[in-house]
């Protein structure tokens, strides 16, 4: 299984972005996806999830209100819109993959996507 993401780039302090994340292979039981973020100097951290459905999604307290998940189960992709952007989103973004949206906001992650560098200029 393999998890490529793309969509990062630079853009200025209050810009948009759209991450996306598309899976090849079965991930099997680890349906559920996430987007984590690595600024530099910091650790890795959880943003965001959805589960299989969509029913359920879960936010870091960082990006609630701003950044929104989302899937598209035909074309095996899950997307991060991401708005009103702010320096401190600076970071790599990774996609990953888990058996449930609660087993990723736990580092319970069973496939990790490459990442893609989000920079946001002030």
């Known amino acids: 299984v393999q998890l490529q993401a793309s969509g990062g780039g630079l853009v200025q302090t209050g810009g948009s972005l759209r991450l996306s994340c598309t899976a090849s292979g079965r991930t099997g039981s680890s349906n559920a996806r996430g987007w984590f973020r690595q600024a530099p100097g910091k650790e890795r951290e959880f943003a965001a999830a959805?589960?299989?459905?969509?029913?359920?999604?879960l936010y870091a307290d960082s990006v609630k209100g701003r950044f929104t998940i989302s899937r598209d189960n035909a074309k095996n992709t899950v997307y991060l819109q991401m708005n009103s952007l702010k320096p401190e989103d600076t970071a790599v973004y990774y996609c990953?993959?888990?058996?449930?949206?609660?087993?990723?906001?736990?580092?319970?992650?069973?496939?990790w996507g490459k990442g893609t560098l989000v920079t946001v200029s002030s």
């Open positions: 959805i589960s299989w459905r969509g029913s359920t999604t």
């Open positions: 990953a993959a888990g058996r449930s949206t609660q087993a990723l906001t736990q580092n319970a992650i069973d496939y």
